[in-house]
């Protein structure tokens, strides 16, 4: 038949351009993602205890302290955008444990079979998973809120930190892609994310300032993703002296290098 199903007689039916088409495979990704976590929330609520460990036990305690300078907030304070950036890096960083057991089950094959654009698929994935992020930040805010931490609430600020930590969350889940296609099992995956995410989190700003650090330390801080997620986050949501511009810039940045290496490697790892 020379037209659509449903459409008038002689009627060319209107077909999206490229751009229409890749952000609708984009949106189609992130929307499977979406359905997959409606189908199981209790992942969000058994993530969320390490991050309220951090807060109710080393929080309180570091805050009785008073040794850690915090520019006039207290400690606890301090460390709740600290805490969200750990909380949206972890569930990101395991990502690549769902796409190695996509690629054992053989639905990756099938994805990187379709006419998407590979680029589109992962770019899809990696702002799907941001999604299972942005309900762990949410957890985390609340918990803040009932231990009486101050946060600014204003729609442009609340707008800002969704946007950092949707920055955050693509960038440490493409960086999960690129390991998932470099490792073969989902046991040296789990090794592996172990092994990154805790020296990314003690390496940044998010338990103590960088003005602290010894020489050495403030050379990585200054490379850590990480840093720039707390320091956004900080900012934004705590009204401290930030540098939001920078901190977007080196997220979006880092974040593009992980999806071009991830539409580069999935395909030769697949074919090989």
């Keep these: 038949m020379s037209c659509e199903a449903g459409a008038p007689r002689g009627a060319s039916v209107e077909r999206p351009g490229p751009a229409a088409l890749y952000l609708l495979h984009v949106w189609t990704l992130i929307e499977l993602e979406i359905r997959k976590l409606r189908k199981d929330p209790t992942e969000l609520f058994m993530r969320a205890v390490q991050p309220a460990l951090w807060l109710l036990v080393f929080g309180q305690a570091f805050s009785r302290i008073g040794m850690i300078p915090t520019g006039g907030l207290t400690y606890l304070a301090f460390l709740t955008p600290g805490i969200l950036s750990q909380s949206v890096t972890f569930i990101a960083i395991f990502y690549g444990i769902s796409i190695i057991w996509e690629r054992e089950t053989g639905q990756l094959q ?91 989190f003690f390496s940044s700003n998010a338990l103590y300032p960088i003005s602290v650090m010894p020489g050495w330390l403030r050379v990585v801080a200054a490379v850590n993703p990480m840093s720039y997620l707390v320091d956004g986050l900080r900012g934004l949501l705590l009204g401290t002296p930030s540098h939001l511009g920078l901190d977007w810039a080196a997220l979006a940045g880092a974040g593009a290098v992980m999806l071009a290496l991830s539409t580069v490697l999935f395909p030769r790892r697949m074919a090989a």
Excluded: D
Aim: aromatic share 6%; hydrophobic share 60%; no cysteine.
């Design 110 to 200: 099938k994805f990187l079979t379709t006419p998407m654009q590979r680029s589109a698929m992962f770019l899809g994935k990696m702002f799907g998973a941001s999604v299972r992020s942005i309900g762990q930040a949410a957890m985390v805010l609340i918990l803040a809120l009932v231990l009486g931490v101050r946060i600014l609430w204003s729609p442009g600020r609340v707008a800002g930190a969704l946007v950092t930590v949707i920055l955050g969350a693509v960038f440490f889940s493409g960086m999960s892609m690129v390991l998932a296609a470099l490792l073969k099992t989902r046991e040296r995956m789990m090794g592996i994310g172990q092994v990154i995410t805790m020296p990314l």
